[in-house]
T-cell receptor, first 111, second 112 residues
């Protein structure tokens, strides 16, 4: 039972580079979301999706794009990475009882 | 401005004693609250939740209390075990359940 799978686990980028963090879930959940975790800030919502073809902004969406072409996948794109985007990123999907199931995280460093 | 706050960044408790983790919120529109536990290098895992229509929910060693008038919730762990050592996040839903906002976390250390 894979749950929520994120790739890559670690990534180092230079300022201005672009990349995509991949997220896939095998629980047939309609709701998926991306969070970033920074020291003392908890987890902050970047973008979320309530189903294929539907996405919306969270608390800190600037600098990130998302799309949802299938129920299973919810990639997060950084178009031009900045040092302020150095963080640990978590993808999550939501079960019927409202709890989120998180992936193991992707640690991104932008130099 | 954080709408969910955990004012204690860390807490140290002796094994077998009670751990009490606190959380305050400012948005009266929050209607569902959750606690998550996080170990290093892992994603957060769901622990326990409570609806705003209740004031207590219990699951084994874990109990969550909600005081709506004070906009305060707490997580009690009894008895505490060394395996409970982790970072604990409280979280609250709003926007028709589409946005879950988290507190900054409290690091719990349970000493043998």
């Amino acid at each position: 039972n894979a749950g929520v799978t994120q790739t890559p686990k670690f990534q180092v980028l230079k300022t201005g580079q672009s990349m995509t963090l991949q997220c896939a879930q095998d629980m047939n959940h309609e709701y998926m979301s991306w969070y970033r975790q920074d020291p003392g800030m908890g987890l902050r919502l970047i973008h979320y999706s309530v189903g294929a073809g539907i996405t919306d902004q969270g608390e800190v969406p600037n600098g990130y794009n998302v799309s949802r072409s299938t129920t299973e996948d919810f990639p997060l794109r950084l178009l031009s990475a900045a040092p302020s985007q150095t963080s640990v990123y978590f993808c999550a999907s939501r079960g019927v009882s409202g709890e989120l199931f998180f992936g193991e995280g992707s640690r991104l460093t932008v130099l | 401005d954080q709408q969910v706050k955990q004012n204690s960044p860390s807490l140290s408790v002796q094994e077998g004693r009670i751990s009490i983790l606190n959380c305050d919120y400012t948005n009266s529109m929050f209607d569902y609250f959750l606690w998550y536990k996080k170990y290093p290098a892992e994603g957060p895992t769901f622990l326990i939740s409570i609806s705003s229509i209740k004031d207590k929910n219990e699951d084994g060693r874990f109990t969550v209390f909600l005081n709506k008038s004070a906009k305060h919730l707490s997580l009690h762990i009894v008895p505490s075990q060394p395996g409970d050592s982790a970072v604990y996040f409280c979280a609250a839903y709003y926007n028709a359940g589409n946005m879950l906002t988290f507190g900054g976390g409290t690091r719990l250390m349970v000493k043998p």
